[in-house]
T-cell receptor, first 116, second 115 residues
């Protein structure tokens, strides 16, 4: 079963608009973490934001915020005031414990294109 | 200087050849990982190591082997490369934490093409 699902293969947004990238997850582990990474065309993986399963408030980092809805098992990334440099692949990932070891499981990614 | 480096950055090889991808880190982290990225599939874990003496298979370890030569070095080998191993390969590191925030720091990636 897919543990991390990103249902939007591609999104197109006008510059300066806000954008929400969807991520749903599946786990029975009560302690887990959710990450978002950005991958520009150059290929590197850039950490954006983290949400722990016990965190009471939604995580924010500058223009990035995470809309964490635990009951719905969703962890959507919100980018406010989008910029041309936000065009990239975005990956949602979940840290889970498997046989006592903590590992990251990634979704398929969403390609975001910001139009001028 | 980059904290996590990978060599080579690009490599073209032929079917049946042995190839090694190398990863070095200066972050002092105990945990190191090798991932493979294919279009439309995100990143998938090949092998991971929590210290020099601890190496574990990930989701897609068949056709790969690894060596943890030191805390700072983790190598991935393809003993006999095949075309469907053409992919972007990432090395990553993280702290040894019991829980909570545990960011993985990624290297720049190695683009491997097997002809």
């Amino acid at each position: 079963a897919q543990k991390i699902t990103q249902t939007q293969p591609g999104m197109f947004v006008q510059e300066k608009e806000a954008v929400t990238l969807d991520c749903t997850y599946d786990t029975s582990d009560p302690s887990y973490g959710l990450f978002w990474y950005k991958q520009p065309s150059s290929g590197e993986m850039i950490f954006l934001i983290y949400q722990g399963s016990y965190d009471q408030q939604n995580a924010t980092e500058g223009r990035y915020s995470l809309n964490f809805q635990k009951a719905r098992k969703s962890a959507n990334l919100v980018i406010s005031a989008s910029q041309l440099g936000d065009s990239a692949m975005y990956f949602c990932a979940m840290r889970e414990s498997i046989q006592g070891a903590q590992k990251l499981v990634f979704g398929q990614g969403t390609r975001l294109t910001i139009n001028p | 200087d980059a904290d996590v480096t990978q060599t080579p950055r690009n490599r073209i090889t032929k079917t049946g050849k042995r190839i090694m991808l190398e990863c070095s880190q200066t972050k002092g982290h105990d945990r190191m990982y090798w991932y493979r990225q294919d279009p439309g599939l995100g990143l998938r874990l090949i092998y991971y190591s929590f210290d020099v003496k601890d190496i574990n298979k990930g989701e897609i370890s068949d056709g790969y082997s690894v060596s943890r030569q030191a805390q700072a070095k983790f190598s991935l080998s393809l003993e006999s490369a095949i075309p469907n191993q053409t992919a972007l390969y990432f090395c990553a590191t993280s702290d040894l934490l019991g829980g909570g925030f545990n960011e993985q720091f990624f290297g720049p990636g190695t683009r491997l093409t097997v002809l």
